[in-house]
């Protein structure tokens, strides 16, 4: 036999060989992008590969990431998050690209290859794949996502489940429901532990008798009295179950009576003037036959009240102020101008189309017809009644605004929450039907309350001293309205309220007699939605309050002020802030400029009317800050409010300028003064009855803290008109060419027309 060779191998490795003693480099796994969730709050759709839009040009530069629609939001998030910068607030229960379903006014839908639009609605069909998708926000943002590289499928699923969960059948389908149940069980030994009176909350929610009875011995309104003929809503179902009514009055009476008004809202107490005239709100008289039987009722019990006995004025709001469609069609008017249309302020056309929109007009009216009430009250010495429909709308701004004229309590932050607490939510604002968080009655959606912000931002502009509270703190109040997890702002009336928590605490197993403010809180508790830190953006450090203090010989004391007559020929010097008025011109022809409305010849005359004579005297004399204030109503003193309007708007945002700049030093200036203050208390010592600057905790009261000598003497960089929210990737406008934006022109509801976008080519 013949032996076999053995073959060689003829494979050849040219790789090196493996060395086990060193070790290997194990790549980090991809980082999951998963969406930050509150209790309760589940993820329904999601897509992966979405790009949004930071610009009005689709093409450019973008941000990629995972669409998420939840329970409660719709959330963003980038696969490469951009590093945190300081230029907006940072919510603690939103993150940077969160938008809640209620803040939600349209989807819209749309395919750039086949020339398609939709606004989607509830439970609707989309026979398109999308390839992009519009998002129109109540707080004036329009957010864009593009989805050329994501999956057609799972576009399609996001942008319906987006479009249904944003219209909530019902209202305890709202995820408020659902995350304060499970908030409320998750901190239940907590709650159990803590022994403050209802969690700590400074602000009166006047669901209570003694929460009347204190704002009845704060006024001094001794011939006033707390009444619970309305406990269970026996007698009005919008009305609270305790109101303030003449000491006169028997409940018998009232009861009897009450039927004669409209959803029997009878006359209740709001306010009363040291003076003793008190004001007064009502409904409007069912049967006009019965209008002598209520006069000879209610009025001799409302004058009774007042020291003098002096007469009663009533003025019917209906008769003399615009109504809620006037409102609603000015608001989409100028959102359309401010945020739609391209942003060009110096152009006189864009400045006459805001004139146009009559949005100004109507603050001004307000304005100007609660400034007439001050002086009945004031002036007058009279008892004022105001009459509306259905006592829910108009009177809620009125009775506001001229408290806050009067009042200075009402411009410290407590005392305004208190306000609206009491004018608003529990005088029965049907906020849920206003501001239309389940998208049902389009008709009923109306701006007030935000019409009532702007005109409190009026006064504060003119009169920067004289609140506690800052523009920040107003725009973060308004766009709380759209975060439906306080229960503020989601209810019609206290009576609707009550029962919706009433059947909440049931279902969700809370134990009976449990304090609803505990279990579904209000607004007002600030912490729960921002740090400690951010709040003090709500600090006004040019405020001048009754608590304002001073240092004397090393001991900190209070001011108390002295008030001087001033004869109406003598002017002060002019000055760009007197007193805490904001102005650059002299104060003769702006202090005089409500008489150069009423009279072009300021110069007293004989036939000068009472009221005239009123507003003269006021405005020819230096503002007292803590005391009354009357706007100037002149048209070329009222503002554009660009914080709320323009803060999205990429071409209004000013690098380094805008009011946050004189904010950011005066913020420092403040905060040096303090810790001087402090320094000047440990070497002197604290004196018995001085005021404390700070909180026990240390908590400075100032955002922008004191600058060393070191530190540049500009502005930061990320400080902008816009300031302290951003206006990147928060309006991505789409090409107005072949679009029907311009029909918004004659006052159409929604932002984008249905049947327009479903026929009208790109």
């Known amino acids: 036999m013949f032996s076999v060779k053995p073959t060689k191998p003829t494979f050849r490795s040219y790789l090196p060989p493996v060395q086990t003693d060193v070790k ?15 209790q309760g709050e589940i993820v329904v759709n999601e897509v992966n590969f979405v790009r949004k839009c930071l610009s009005a040009d689709s093409s450019q530069e973008g941000l990629w990431g995972k669409l998420i629609c939840t329970n409660f939001k719709v959330s963003f998030i980038p696969t490469d998050p951009p590093s945190e910068q300081k230029s907006h607030l940072s919510h603690l229960l939103l993150g940077q690209h969160d938008i809640p379903l209620t803040c939600l006014e349209q989807v819209v839908t749309v395919n750039d290859t086949k020339g398609k639009k939709k606004v989607l609605g509830s439970n609707q069909k989309l026979k398109f794949n999308p390839t992009e998708l519009i ?96 406990e ?74 007042h020291p003098q006995r002096s007469e009663v004025s009533r003025s019917d709001l209906d008769k003399c102020l615009p109504n809620i469609q006037d409102l609603q069609s000015a608001f989409i008017k100028l959102r359309h101008i401010c945020v739609i249309d391209p942003f060009e302020e110096s152009e006189e056309r864009w400045l006459s189309s805001i004139e146009n929109t009559r949005w100004l007009e109507y603050v001004r009216a307000f304005l100007k017809h609660s400034a007439e009430m001050v002086y009945l009250l004031d002036g007058k010495n009279t008892s004022v ?44 604002h049907r906020f849920l039907d206003r501001c239309n968080h389940l998208k049902k009655n389009d008709k009923d959606e109306s701006p007030l309350f935000m019409l009532f912000l702007d005109c409190v931002w009026q006064m504060m502009n003119q009169y920067p001293a004289a609140f506690e509270f800052t523009e920040t703190y107003l725009t973060v109040l308004s766009d709380s309205m759209w975060i439906p997890l306080f229960s503020t702002f989601l209810f019609n009336s206290p009576k609707q309220r009550a029962q919706y928590l009433v059947d909440f605490a049931k279902n969700k197993a809370i134990p009976q007699g449990e304090d609803q403010l505990v279990y579904f809180p209000p607004v007002w508790d600030w912490s729960q939605q921002y740090s400690t830190a951010d709040q003090t953006l709500f600090n006004n450090p040019m405020f001048v309050g009754k608590g304002a203090a001073c240092v004397q010989n090393g001991e900190v004391k209070t001011f108390r002020r002295v008030k001087k007559t001033y004869s109406a020929t003598v002017r002060v010097t ?54 009354l204030l009357i706007p100037l109503l002149i048209p070329s003193h009222l503002a554009l409010w660009k914080l709320y309007f323009l803060r999205w708007v990429p071409e209004a945002c000013i690098s380094k300028g805008g009011p946050i700049t004189a904010y950011h030093k005066l913020s420092q200036l403040v905060d040096e003064i303090e810790i001087l203050q402090g320094h000047l208390r440990q070497y002197k010592g604290p004196s018995p009855g001085s005021t404390p600057l700070r909180s026990s905790s240390g908590q400075r009261r100032m955002y922008f803290k004191a600058s060393s000598p070191h530190d540049p003497s500009s502005p930061p960089d990320y400080l902008t008109s816009s300031f302290p929210f951003t206006p990147k990737g928060n309006l991505c406008r789409r090409s107005t060419y072949g679009t029907p934006i311009s029909k918004f022109l004659n006052g159409a509801r929604i932002w984008l027309s249905t049947e327009a976008l479903d026929n009208d080519p790109l």
């Not at 408020?176 to 009176?197: A, I």
Request: aromatic residues 10%.
């Open 574 to 627: 002019p000055a760009s802030l007197r007193n805490g008025q904001k102005g650059g011109e002299d104060s003769l022809a702006r202090r005089g400029s409500w008489l150069s409305e009423l009279k072009p010849d300021f110069s007293l005359v004989k036939d000068e009317s009472p009221s005239e004579r009123f507003f003269r005297d006021w405005f020819s004399r230096p503002a007292d800050q803590q005391s």
């Open 24 to 38: 290997k480099t194990i790549e980090p796994p991809p980082k999951k992008v998963e969406p930050k969730l509150l």
């Open 135 to 230: 998002l129109y926000c109540k707080d004036l943002r329009i957010i864009r996502f593009c989805f050329l590289e994501a999956g057609p499928e799972g576009a399609k699923k996001v942008c319906l489940a987006i479009a249904h969960y944003s219209h909530p059948a019902d209202l305890p389908l709202l995820f408020g429901f659902e995350y304060q149940g499970r908030r409320y069980h998750d901190s239940k030994e907590q709650q159990v532990n803590d022994s403050t009176p209802r969690g700590g909350l400074r602000t009166p929610i006047f669901d209570r008798p003694s929460d009347w009875d204190r704002e009845i011995k704060r006024t001094g309104a001794s011939e006033w009295r707390v009444c619970s003929i309305n």
């Open 232 to 305: 269970n809503y026996a007698i009005s179902s919008s009305l609270p179950e305790h109101i303030v009514v003449p000491v006169s009055l028997a409940d018998q009476d009232l009861k009897q009576n009450s039927i004669y008004f409209m959803n029997q809202r009878i006359p209740v107490w709001c306010w009363n003037h040291p003076n003793g005239s008190a004001l007064v709100r009502m409904g409007s008289i069912v049967d006009p036959l019965q209008q002598r039987r209520i006069d000879q009722r209610f009025i001799p019990a409302i004058t009774k009240s």
């Open 385 to 428: 009644i105001l009459q509306e429909e259905e006592d829910r709308d108009l009177n809620c701004v009125v009775s506001s605004l001229v408290q806050l004229m009067l009042d200075p309590h009402f411009r410290s932050l407590v005392g305004f929450q208190s306000l609206v607490q009491k004018e608003w939510v529990m005088a029965g």
